[in-house]
T-cell receptor, first 114, second 114 residues
Framework: AQTVTQSQPEMSVQEAETVTLSCTYD???????LFWYKQPPSRQMILVIR??????QNATENRFSVNFQKAAKSFSLKISDSQLGDTAMYFC???????????FGPGTRLSVLP | DVKVTQSSRYLVKRTGEKVFLECVQD?????MFWYRQDPGLGLRLIYF???????EKGDIPEGYSVSREKKERFSLILESASTNQTSMYLC?????????????FGPGTRLTVT
């Protein structure tokens, strides 16, 4: 079975500091994609960052970057210079089978404190 | 921008009622998905569809059915609502394109069954 684990149900960080959210997954697939999604309070879920499993280079999107360790099946998200608007639920997910199988983790609730 | 809309943000129904949740996307995506989101469990896939009139069971299809008569519209049906179906329901869509796999989410419907 394919699974995603996020071991930190809740985290907090001071504004302007850096925080890392952890994610591990288990799969027997070779071709897959990994994602971090953000769900702000009472708002729509949006994509933060994506990583192709066949790429060794870690993906970055402005203040968001990932540490992808394929052998360890680890995919952590680093948020630099945290902002109040980063307060949200963050979900790690991976997808396989040409986009028709999506597995989500349980989520990490991040609070950015002023 | 991709837009995924859901018919209701909040819905209250009584046990035993038939419930329809509707989802519409405007980007001509082939794939559409229904998830339920519960605290500590993340998103769990109920059903997905990769084409008109096609459907596949997800991880938790029991008590639900779906309908996809038009490409842009995907309906989730609770034949006889029960209290354990109280949850947040999220619809998503994605294109069937090589290298493009992220899902786009609707705002969600918070269903309460009393």
């Amino acid at each position: 079975a394919q699974t995603v684990t996020q071991s930190q149900p809740e985290m907090s960080v001071q504004e302007a500091e850096t925080v890392t959210l952890s994610c591990t997954y288990d799969t027997s697939e070779n071709n897959y994609y990994l994602f971090w999604y953000k769900q702000p309070p009472s708002r729509q879920m949006i994509l933060v960052i994506r990583q192709e499993a066949y790429k060794q280079q870690n993906a970055t999107e402005n203040r968001f970057s990932v540490n992808f360790q394929k052998a360890a099946k680890s995919f952590s998200l680093k948020i630099s210079d945290s902002q109040l608007g980063d307060t949200a639920m963050y979900f790690c997910a991976f997808i396989y089978n040409y986009g028709q199988n999506f597995v989500f983790g349980p989520g990490t609730r991040l609070s950015v404190l002023p | 921008d991709v837009k995924v809309t859901q018919s209701s943000r909040y819905l209250v129904k009584r046990t035993g009622e038939k419930v329809f949740l509707e989802c519409v996307q405007d980007m001509d995506h082939e794939n559409m998905f229904w998830y339920r989101q519960d605290p500590g469990l993340g998103l769990r896939l109920i059903y997905f569809s990769y084409d008109v009139k096609m459907k596949e069971k997800g991880d938790i299809p029991e008590g639900y059915s779906v309908s996809r008569e038009k490409k842009e519209r995907f309906s989730l049906i609770l034949e006889s609502a029960s209290t354990n179906q109280t949850s947040m329901y999220l619809c998503a869509s994605s294109p069937l394109l090589a290298g493009v796999h992220e899902q786009y989410f609707g705002p969600g419907t918070r269903l309460t069954v009393t």
